[in-house]
Structure formats: C-alpha cells, structure tokens
C-alpha cells in the first residue's frame, strides 16, 4: 500500500488541463485514454517501469514529449501521473468492486450512452508495452475477457468485427462488457499461471 494521497478533484482538473493545453503535442492522451493506459499498467502482469510508460503518454516519438516550463511544472505533472496510476492500483488492491473506469458518455437520441472508444485504446497501448507478458492470457480459455477492449480499442478491426461496433448502442453495451471484464483480468494475474 502507498502513503501517496489519492488525486483531488482539482488535482484531476490540473492533470486534465495540462494534457489539453499547448504544452503537449496532438498525440498525447487526453483522460479517457489515459485511465485505461493507467488501468491496464496497474493491473497487468509485470511492472513496467516509469519511464517507459511515461513516455508513451505522450505520442509515438520522442519528439512528442511536452514543453515544460520549467523543471516545478515537469515534476508535478510526473507526479499527478504517478499518483494517478497508485490510485488505480491501491483501487484494485482494497476494492476491486469500487472500480470505475474513466468513459466518454455522449447523448444518442435523448440517450446518455458510454463511449469506451479512447479508454480501450489506452489499455491497448499499455498491453503493446510488453505484449509478450499478456499473451498467456490471450492463450487461456479468459482470452474472451479481452474481446470488447479489443473491439473498441483496435486501430483496425475486420469486417466481421465491425457490425460490431458499427452503432453507439451497440458499443455502449461493449463498454458494459469492459466495465465487467477488467476486475477479472487482474484477477487472472494474481492466480498462479497453470
């Protein structure tokens, strides 16, 4: 367990405001995307290190890293982020049930739906930093716990694939799924591999 203080409301607001502003490029993620790239570090199978999933955060490239102005302004961000990643992590250690991932939700036709779209690609993006550790579940009989992050996440999916995802009622309902699947998938990797 961490002594780090969980994120206030206006901290969040920070992080949020810094990852909109001029100080980052294009490809960096905003919230939704980072909550899943966060969720699936904290829950997956092996510890990444920081500055290795820091980076990412930003875009592709070096060139995407953020212009700090100034060494203070570096090191909160880096820490709202680190503290952010111990939330979800100390989430799932006291209280996985209490778990909310951070979706969109858009109106359809007088509706509010879930839109996990940024989410899903966030928690891929964090699998693709070592995918060879979660590919004993991608080989298990739980490989279907993955299906509705994959569906939404995928850069490309096939035809089959997207009927789909090919309306929001349709990916709201796949964003339920998620909401179910993720505590099961860090309950796979607290059981010992068979």
Not at 54 to 74: C, E, N, V
Not at 124 to 142: G, M, T, V
């Amino acid at each position: 367990m961490s002594d780090q203080p969980l994120l206030t409301d206006q901290e969040f607001d920070e992080l949020d405001r810094f990852l909109m502003s001029t100080h980052c490029g294009d490809e960096t993620m905003a919230m939704d995307a980072l909550n899943g790239y966060l969720t699936a570090i904290a829950i997956g199978p092996v510890d990444i290190p920081l500055e290795q999933w820091l980076a990412r955060i930003w875009g592709p490239t070096p060139q995407d890293a953020p212009k700090f102005r100034d060494a203070q302004q570096s090191a909160r961000i880096h820490e709202l982020l680190s503290r952010a990643l111990e939330e979800i992590r100390v989430t799932f250690e006291v209280a996985p049930k209490d778990f909310e991932p951070l979706f969109s939700v858009h109106k359809f036709k007088g509706k509010e739906l879930l839109d996990a779209e940024a989410w899903c690609w966030g928690f891929l993006e964090a699998i693709s930093l070592n995918e060879a550790a979660w590919q004993p579940l991608r080989d298990s009989s739980q490989a279907i716990l993955l299906r509705a992050i994959d569906l939404l996440g995928a850069e490309e999916i096939d035809d089959a694939q997207l009927v789909l995802v090919d309306d929001p009622v349709k990916c709201h309902k796949l964003a339920i799924e998620v909401e179910a699947s993720v505590p099961q998938i860090q309950r796979f990797w607290l059981k010992p591999l068979q």
